[in-house]
């Protein structure tokens, strides 16, 4: 087995206030399972939290089974990667992520600009990349007129909600109804779908109205009122953050704000940026794989 020991914060857990932050463990668990030996494959995990002004991460660590060469770096959004090849034949591949997090609200501040600063050219170009639609979050033009008539008159702080709310009134949550492929389009128009696809519409939406936005994967604690001690069934989240002057993050699929019980992982333009487990491999074909995510509060 291999560990790579990502990243370890312990000093600034003591500088925020505690009764405003959860400590969170999070084991997140892939198996890759093939028909017969693989001759080699090659992988990326983005399972390490990482550290921010409303997240410490004291501990995480990535372990392989079987070992492999593995690194791990920072890639052009800012998540941290871990990388690793495998040259020995194998007929399964197990990949877990364990972190230690303590999490809360964003409790900092910033200053606003209104719809004519958001128009300004350094600030396009500043963001073009997060106010650029991709092939997973662009929207039809009628749907943005009625996100447009849904925010009025509001400013960006307060349009940004509004968009959350906006698109969840319009697409019920339902697990199995779209896959890792479903585009926003798609799912708006089915009337259904998951955190990817609910934060998907809302960033196409918020960068059409003109607002920088970005895609936020993570996991999220299921349970509001969680004993402490007690692990539960999690799975990978997604939500979404747009700027304002700064930046402001929302949960659009369960309509609150980010805070004890989110864990941040990584950042994008939409969910091709910042997957949980990507790579290639030669040889046998895949049987499939499985995931599982386990989250303890701690305190």
Same mark, same amino acid.
């Given at each position: 087995? *291999?560990?790579?020991? $990502?990243?370890?914060?312990?000093?600034? /857990?003591? !500088? +925020?206030? &505690?009764?405003?932050?959860?400590?969170?463990?999070?084991?997140?668990?892939?198996?890759?399972?093939?028909?017969?030996?693989?001759?080699?494959?090659?992988?990326?995990?983005?399972?390490?939290?990482?550290?921010?002004?409303?997240?410490?991460?004291?501990?995480?660590?990535?372990?392989?089974?079987?070992?492999?060469?593995?690194?791990?770096?920072?890639?052009?959004?800012?998540?941290?990667?871990?990388?690793?090849?495998?040259?020995?034949?194998?007929?399964?591949?197990?990949?877990?992520?364990?972190?230690?997090?303590?999490?809360?609200?964003?409790?900092?501040?910033?200053?606003?600009?209104?719809?004519?600063?958001?128009?300004?050219?350094?600030?396009?170009?500043?963001?073009?990349?997060?106010?650029?639609? *991709?092939?997973?979050? $662009?929207?039809?033009?009628?749907?943005? /007129?009625? !996100? +447009?008539? &849904?925010?009025?008159?509001?400013?960006?702080?307060?349009?940004?909600?509004?968009?959350?709310?906006?698109?969840?009134a319009h697409i019920d949550y339902l697990s199995g109804a779209t896959n890792v492929?479903?585009?926003?389009?798609?799912?708006?128009?089915?009337?259904?779908?998951?955190?990817?696809?609910?934060?998907?519409?809302?960033?196409?939406?918020?960068?059409?109205?003109?607002?920088?936005?970005?895609?936020?994967?993570?996991?999220?604690?299921?349970?509001?009122?969680?004993?402490?001690?007690?692990?539960?069934?999690?799975?990978?989240?997604?939500?979404?953050?747009?700027?304002?002057?700064?930046?402001?993050?929302?949960?659009?699929?369960?309509?609150?704000?980010?805070?004890?019980?989110?864990?941040?992982?990584?950042?994008?333009?939409?969910?091709?940026?910042?997957?949980?487990?990507?790579?290639?491999?030669?040889?046998?074909?895949?049987?499939?794989?499985?995931?599982?995510?386990?989250?303890?509060?701690?305190?």
């Amino acid at each position: 087995m *291999t560990q790579v020991q $990502a990243q370890t914060f312990e000093a600034t /857990a003591a !500088a +925020r206030p &505690a009764a405003h932050r959860w400590r969170l463990q999070v084991v997140h668990r892939t198996r890759f399972h093939y028909t017969g030996p693989v001759r080699a494959s090659y992988n990326e995990a983005r399972l390490t939290p990482e550290s921010s002004n409303r997240q410490t991460t004291l501990r995480s660590k990535v372990e392989i089974e079987p070992a492999a060469t593995a690194y791990a770096y920072r890639d052009y959004w800012g998540s941290t990667v871990t990388a690793f090849d495998l040259h020995s034949p194998h007929g399964e591949l197990v990949v877990t992520g364990t972190s230690i997090v303590e999490a809360g609200p964003d409790l900092g501040g910033h200053d606003r600009v209104g719809w004519s600063g958001l128009r300004a050219r350094e600030v396009r170009e500043q963001f073009g990349e997060l106010l650029t639609p *991709t092939a997973l979050t $662009a929207m039809d033009d009628d749907v943005v /007129a009625q !996100a +447009r008539a &849904a925010v009025g008159d509001a400013h960006p702080h307060e349009a940004g909600p509004l968009i959350c709310r906006f698109v969840r009134a319009h697409i019920d949550y339902l697990s199995g109804a779209t896959n890792v492929k479903t585009n926003a389009m798609q799912a708006w128009s089915k009337g259904q779908g998951v955190c990817q696809d609910i934060s998907h519409v809302t960033v196409g939406l918020l960068r059409a109205l003109g607002l920088p936005a970005r895609y936020v994967s993570g996991y999220l604690h299921p349970t509001p009122g969680a004993e402490i001690g007690e692990p539960v069934t999690g799975e990978s989240h997604a939500w979404v953050e747009w700027w304002d002057g700064g930046w402001n993050a929302f949960d659009p699929t369960n309509s609150v704000e980010i805070g004890t019980r989110h864990v941040t992982l990584g950042r994008g333009r939409d969910y091709g940026d910042v997957p949980p487990f990507k790579g290639l491999f030669s040889g046998s074909r895949s049987e499939g794989h499985t995931v599982t995510v386990e989250v303890t509060r701690l305190a």
